[in-house]
């Protein structure tokens, strides 16, 4: 039984892709009931300009009203110093800095070339200089929607160069859903070739997107691989702009559940955790991609109709 | 790269739950259609009684018309003696018998005890005496929606049952999305070591549900345990009445996408498929769950945009 660290990351990740700004009163009460859920972590929010993600304007106020559970990590997304400034004095427990590995979706989505992008995240690493752990979010590793195919071994050289500086984390992410089980069982035994002697302690954590249908088969194929850490979004929020209407993010409580089921420990107290979710498509105003939300748990049975009774009975007495 | 072999199960099991009559001749040409793509075999339609499943009381029409191709098997599901009989005159390749491991899902869905189903179905199978090759499918092999656990003792129990009366095939039915990776590793690991031996030449299907979320990575589980062949439902149709608003049937261009991508050899013509998948909605007139039909496949890129060119064009020009 594999101990396995679960990254909520539905209040960033999801809320960020939200048409409708999500009011900070509900943002709050949610982190709150998430918080006691069990997770490893929550990345709560973005340290980011109101005017490049105006629905995570609040981050500030979020990370000063949320409740702290003993345990739970509150990590928050930063994009720049400026960012990492205000994450630090709102006292987030790390520093979640991304950049793509491929050039051309790290100029869609950051507006400038990966080297550029590689200064500015070495150059807040250098600053926060140890007082804040420090993890890397690798967009587009498994596939980039407009290039195409990404390298595993630029994969790897940009963990490489993360992981000298010092940060304590790199997340290989999945952002549009490309990733198929093959590549992710290569892709975890080249990431622990390359660390697990020269960085014994690096945390790897998977993040995967659902758009194709794979999701939870690529967490299989990692936990396979011995990944013990993932990043979900509850009800599978998080869309894809590639990919209107199709899935985003894997849904938490579906991993989780997945997971336990095949006897794994996730820390997470599911039926709380259900319980919430169930809640998302009040607090989003619209559906949400999970199956789990509509399906119930595997132990959620049904009841016997009165017809199957009354055969059950008839049947019982003419045997007899 | 192993040979993988899918069985197209949309014209029934996902035509039999849909709400509104599916014509005819539509159904005729998409039969014709999915008989170009690759498939091993296509479950046409069931001779039932039309008053029990009024959406396919054109099965002897649609077999009749049908265009067959060479190397496909058409099978069509046969409830009893009457029904053989019918799809024998329509000249199938296959009987798909069909009986529940769960006594109480038996009783709600065949209104008999699993008991005189197979007294049923054994007479079936005595009375086609190998003129015709028969499959059986055994639902709730993973659990039953109101009874909870199944017994994997059971499900062998059953299958060793019909082994022992000459069948030439077993499918093995998720039938409400209750498998988890783990379960179905040794549900496989447990049906090989009770028939490979004894019974060589049986033919192991897998059949599973998306209803949690976990029907790509119980295909998965499922190839890695030594399967080869599944059911699989265009778009993922045929919902599961115990979650409304739920998937169903795993979705065949999901599972084909994510095994052909992983290296297996699955004999589909995916671009092909996609074609006809894309068309399903129109025929269905609803939105199906396949997240594939949405995203498209991972190899189908996305255009650079302008401003992407022009962020480039700018940092070339700096650079420089």
């Not at 963990?159 to 093959?182: E, N, Q, S, Y």
């Amino acid at each position: 039984m594999t101990r396995l660290y679960f990254n909520e990351v539905a209040t960033r990740d999801g809320f960020q892709n939200e048409c409708n700004f999500i009011p900070t009163g509900t943002k709050v009460e949610l982190i709150d009931e998430l918080s006691l859920c069990g997770y490893a972590k929550i990345e709560v929010s973005s340290f980011t300009s109101p005017k490049a993600i105006p629905m995570l304007r609040d981050a500030d106020e979020v990370m000063h009203r949320i409740k702290r559970v003993a345990g739970v990590e509150y990590t928050v997304l930063v994009p720049n110093m400026r960012g990492a400034e205000r994450a630090m004095l709102a006292q987030a427990d790390e520093l979640n800095l991304v950049m793509s590995v491929s050039e051309t979706h790290n100029l869609s989505n950051l507006r400038m070339p990966r080297a550029n992008s590689f200064s500015v995240l070495a150059e807040v690493i250098r600053e926060v200089d140890g007082k804040t752990p420090i993890n890397v979010s690798l967009s587009c590793c498994f596939g980039c929607p407009m290039e195409g195919n990404v390298a595993e071994a630029d994969v790897l050289a940009y963990a490489k160069r993360f992981a000298d500086l010092g940060v304590r984390g790199i997340t290989i992410c999945d952002t549009t859903g490309m990733a198929h089980p093959a590549q992710v069982s290569r892709m975890v035994a080249g990431f622990q070739q390359a660390f697990d002697a020269a960085f014994p302690a690096l945390q790897l954590t998977l993040h995967f997107h659902n758009t194709r249908g794979m999701g939870l088969a690529n967490v299989l194929a990692a936990v396979q691989g011995g990944v013990t850490r993932f990043d979900a979004s509850l009800g599978g929020l998080g869309g894809c702009p590639y990919a209107p209407g199709a899935s985003g993010n894997i849904a938490s409580e579906e991993a989780i559940h997945m997971l336990q089921a095949s006897g794994h420990d996730t820390g997470i107290d599911i039926d709380r955790l259900m319980k919430i979710a169930r809640q998302l498509p009040h607090i989003v105003s619209h559906d949400v991609p999970s199956q789990l939300v509509k399906s119930g748990l595997i132990g959620d049975l049904h009841p016997v109709p009165e017809y199957v009774r009354e055969l059950r009975k008839h049947y019982e007495g003419s045997a007899g």
